[in-house]
């Protein structure tokens, strides 16, 4: 991880260029929840996350580097992004393990929200706040950054209602007239439903 020379904010330029860039050859945003433009730090790289979510939203879309031009230029924001940056950013993304290098942002993105929590505070302690809202302010964000961390949680399922539909009962007279004594004899033997002795017997003459 890599720290900008202006401050110490974290922050993984490089990891970010080759996401973006490993989204490019693939040509589309992986179905992955950790995915947010909160991950990109650097501004370029939001801007170009940004696009690519809004090429994928169209029907067809596809994510390549003269679409994401395209879709900055109508947005008007090509020449702050830079159309060389743009063009660079699969140069180190061939090989890149998808997986580890998203863990890698969202363990960056965890830690820029502490350090503002932590930069934040220290500005209102100076600015004569209370240490007391302070603390608060400071469990309330942290506890929140806890939480959208924390793994995704399933809903409490619902009841069903109306119950469950029977089944009709498998009658002697529906089965075939040359199978059915036989199958009949074999569910009174083995005190179980015609239906398990009919069932595997139809399906296996059914292969002959």
Excluded: C, H
Excluded at 9 to 36: H, N, T
Excluded at 87 to 95: K, Q, R
Excluded at 139 to 155: C, N
């Amino acid at each position: 991880m890599k720290n900008s020379s202006k401050d110490t904010i974290p922050f993984a330029p490089d990891a970010e260029k080759a996401v973006l860039g490993r989204i490019m050859i693939d040509g589309a945003i992986p179905a992955d929840d950790r995915l947010d433009k909160s991950l990109f730090y650097g501004q370029s790289n939001r801007e170009i996350f940004a696009a690519m979510q809004a090429i994928s939203s169209r029907e067809g879309g596809v994510i390549d580097p003269v679409q994401i031009m395209e879709q900055l230029r109508g947005e008007g924001k090509l020449q702050s992004v830079g159309p060389a940056y743009i063009s660079s950013i699969t140069d180190d993304a061939v090989f890149l393990k998808f997986g580890p290098a998203v863990e890698l942002l969202v363990e960056t993105a965890a830690k820029r929200a502490i350090w503002l929590v932590s930069s934040r505070a220290a500005d209102e302690s100076l600015n004569g706040k209370a240490s007391g809202e302070i603390i608060d302010d400071i469990r309330t964000a942290l506890d929140r950054l806890s939480t959208d961390k924390g793994p995704k949680k399933w809903p409490t399922p619902g009841a069903l209602t109306g119950g469950r539909l029977s089944a009709p009962k498998l009658r002697k007279e529906m089965i075939p007239a040359p199978l059915a004594d036989w199958l009949s004899d074999i569910s009174e033997r083995l005190q179980v439903p015609l239906d398990f002795a009919a069932i595997p017997a139809i399906v296996s003459l059914a292969t002959i």
